[in-house]
């Protein structure tokens, strides 16, 4: 907890190495959104599910499904899970649904405006998603005036959050200085220092989110990319180490994939960085690339008390995001 002026106590969202109660897990549920990506986005997300269930000595998961069709299929195709229906535009829930911030009792879900990616995505239930995920759980919500997707930030339990110049000072989301922003940050969600990274990766539709160039990996510990053989983000990811050697952060670095193009030949925004921590296992996004193995690996040593894991997303991918993106946690 934080103590703002005038006596009143900020809740912090915990790290996500801290214990989870469950997880919530957007399922593929719209053809018209992922054509003939669909069937095969089912089998990713269910293999991502399993992986975080990891037998039972995981975490409960929660896929949510649009409507009964989609929520007959996760249950077929990941029968451990808890399948739940509300209505969404699309699987993103670490963008639209709640921000968890206390522990035990004293939770509460922490929801925020939300625009569709500064109006790119106007989707029909993505506003109120987040709303509806907290009565299911039973748990008190309050929704900040201001726009602000999970994604776009990323904390280390502290009080220490990273985010990036071009998303959270994008004027498409809100008209707030650089110093607004970090008033909202430590008034909503207690964090007192804000490191600034400055653009995400290219072509990603979120506008550079950070969970896909920079996570904490412990408290004060913050893992950036390298880059690959004719890398399209090199220059994000050295101006990323630039701007973090005067943090005193400890910065350790995981490989990129490098190019990863999609249908159209167009670079998307491919990242190992969009690893999902659980309580038993770190699932890792996989593409193909001569990097796959080896992030894992150093995954691995960075989490040694739980194992990494690697998973193909190459269909979720098609969508904009990876396994963080369509998860959102809940803390013990």
């Known amino acids: 907890m934080r103590l703002l002026a005038g006596g009143v106590m900020t809740l912090l969202p915990l790290p996500e190495w801290a214990p989870h109660e469950a997880v919530w897990i957007g399922f593929p549920s719209d053809p018209e959104l992922w054509l003939g990506d669909l069937k095969e986005a089912e089998r990713e997300v269910a293999a991502f599910a399993k992986a975080v269930h990891a037998n039972g000595k995981g975490e409960t998961v929660r896929l949510v499904a649009a409507h009964e069709g989609a929520a ?10 808890e399948v739940i229906v509300e209505p969404f535009g699309d699987i993103w829930l670490r963008d639209t649904g709640p921000v968890i911030v206390g522990s035990g009792k004293q939770r509460r879900a922490q929801g925020f405006g ?25 748990m008190p919500f309050a929704k ?42 430590l008034r909503d969600l207690g964090f007192e220092r804000v490191i600034w990274l400055g653009d995400g990766l290219m072509n990603d539709h979120t506008d550079g989110h950070v969970d896909n160039l920079a996570r904490f990996v412990a408290p004060g510990r913050i893992a950036i990319p390298t880059s690959a053989k004719d890398d399209p ?100």
């Open 72 to 81: 007959e299929a996760a249950a077929r195709l990941a029968p451990f899970a």
């Open 114 to 138: 939300f625009n569709g990616w500064g109006g790119k995505y106007d989707l029909d239930g993505d506003g109120d998603v987040g709303e509806r995920l907290a009565g299911r759980a039973s």
């Open 144 to 185: 900040a005036d201001w726009v602000l997707e999970g994604g776009a930030i990323d904390g280390d339990g502290s009080g220490t959050v990273v985010t990036t110049e071009q998303c959270l000072l994008n004027p498409n989301r809100n008209s707030l200085s650089r110093e607004e922003v970090e008033e909202r940050l």
């Open 233 to 332: 983000n090199d220059a994000v990811y050295r101006d990323a180490a630039r701007r973090l050697r005067s943090t005193k952060l400890d910065v350790v670095t995981l490989p990129s994939p490098g190019g990863v193009f999609g249908e159209d030949g167009d670079i998307v925004p491919a990242s190992y960085m969009n690893f999902y921590i659980g309580n038993a296992a770190v699932v890792v996004p996989q593409y193909g690339a001569p990097n796959d193995r080896n992030a894992v690996d150093v995954v691995q040593a960075l989490f040694p008390g739980r194992v990494a894991i690697g998973l193909r997303a190459d269909h979720i991918l098609t969508g904009g995001g990876s396994f963080h993106c369509i998860s959102q946690q809940v803390p013990a």
